[in-house]
């Protein structure tokens, strides 16, 4: 079992930044895909960027150059750096999990309890 907790959502003025954090505890997976989504009222929860356990990071185009996934992995801790943020990415922020071998996910999604992100227009 792992056990994610995020935090750092607010609300912010257009143009503004803000960082999340997500902590891991528990049995946390040597090989894994750590990852934010967000999910809009009424809309699905979509993937914003992930980060593989050898470094590799994905965004979402709608993010690219202005949000920034990262790793400490001495505190089992991933960041999102959300600059230039807009009102569409009002959202909640989900934190995710999930062990791979290879490209190939083996284990269970874990997700955290989700943070509130608001960009007034």
């Known amino acids: 079992q792992v056990q994610l907790v995020e935090s750092g959502g607010g609300l912010v003025q257009p143009g503004g930044s803000l960082r999340l954090s997500c902590a891991a505890s528990?049995?946390?997976?040597?090989?894994?895909?750590w990852g934010w989504y967000r999910q809009a009222p009424g809309k699905q929860r979509d993937l914003v960027a992930s980060?593989?356990?050898?470094?590799?990071?994905n965004y979402a185009d709608a993010v690219k150059g202005r949000f920034t996934i990262s790793r400490d992995n001495g505190l089992n801790t991933v960041n999102l750096q959300m600059n230039s943020l807009k009102p569409e990415d009002t959202a909640v922020y989900y934190c995710n999990l999930y062990e791979t071998s290879g490209r190939i996910q083996i284990g269970p999604d874990y997700w955290g309890q989700g943070t509130q992100v608001t960009v007034p227009s």
């Open positions: 980060i593989t356990s050898s470094g590799n990071p």
């Open positions: 528990g049995s946390i997976p040597s090989t894994y895909v």
